[in-house]
């Protein structure tokens, strides 16, 4: 699916501007549709259990597992932990773990690769291309509705923001049309990469234009000014979340403040999963089951 020519240009004239960079994240047309009122269904995103899942002494199965335990609705079943990758798993492995979700009530709402197109090189580009569309592919047959991806990991020596956006938008926008194919949402996530505010991850949304492409909201990779400001600004773009326990402020890292979330949420309206990730030092277990007792109080949940 080519990229609208002209909404691109409009936005990388806007950009050139430092007073307009702001407004990007102020006057952006909403870009997902949804009924009015808030609905939200709690997810664990597998990265909480990092470390075991890499060492092996916890599987994929064994997280579903862990949320029919504790009555969490969904896994986001990051990619990084299924055999294989990036390469992709065998179908066995992938139904197998679709229909341990299912019988157990879990739904599989997301799934994640570690792309880079930030990079100029346009073969390296082109290569993570076809990781995208093969776990858009697995993420379809998991029956995931949304696939994380990211902008790259820093900004390209020699490169412009914009003409770095300008590639990048083709890429995600070809990315987002076989998702189209597929019943796969593709979904931003800034990772405090080459994206750094939530401004800039619109100015990037808004250069695809696609209904498949959107914004996977990570509380904890906005870390220039106020993030809850931030985050507010990235609600219309959200299909899906990464809460965390700390957010950053001008650079400092904070508790997050999961009250003042839930009255973004519920002011800004929003239906779908909110998954959370668990990243403090110490027994994974423990950490991920303190953090989803101090979700559920704050979001009533």
Known sequence: MPMNRRRFL???????????????????????????????KLGLNAYSFDAPLRKGTMTLTDAVRFCARNNVDALDATGYYFPGYPGIPADDYVYGLKRTAFVNGVAICGTGVRNDF???????????MQMVKDWIVVASKLG??????????????????????????????ECADFGRQHGVMVALQPHNDFLKTAAETIHVIE????????CIL???????????????????YAVSWQIKEKVWRNGQEEPTDLARIKEIIDR??????????????????QDVTSFLLKIRQAFAL
């Open 118 to 128: 930030a990079v100029s090189d346009p073969a390296a580009r082109t290569a993570d």
């Open 10 to 40: 409009a936005f990388s004239a806007a950009w050139a501007g430092s007073a307009a960079a702001p407004a990007l994240g102020l006057n952006a047309v909403e870009k997902v549709k949804r009924e009015s009122g808030v609905r939200l």
């Open 144 to 173: 995931a509705p949304v696939i994380r991806v990211f902008s790259g990991k820093e900004r390209p020596a020699g490169y412009t923001f914009n003409q770095a956006v300008k590639w990048m938008a083709a890429n995600f926008a």
């Open 218 to 236: 990570d509380i904890g990779s906005l870390r220039s000014g106020d993030p809850y400001a931030e985050i507010q600004k990235l609600v219309p």
């Open 268 to 285: 800004s309206g929003y239906r779908g999963y909110v998954p959370f990730e668990a990243l403090d030092a110490g027994d994974p277990i």
């Open 207 to 214: 250069a695809v234009d696609s209904p498949w492409f959107a």
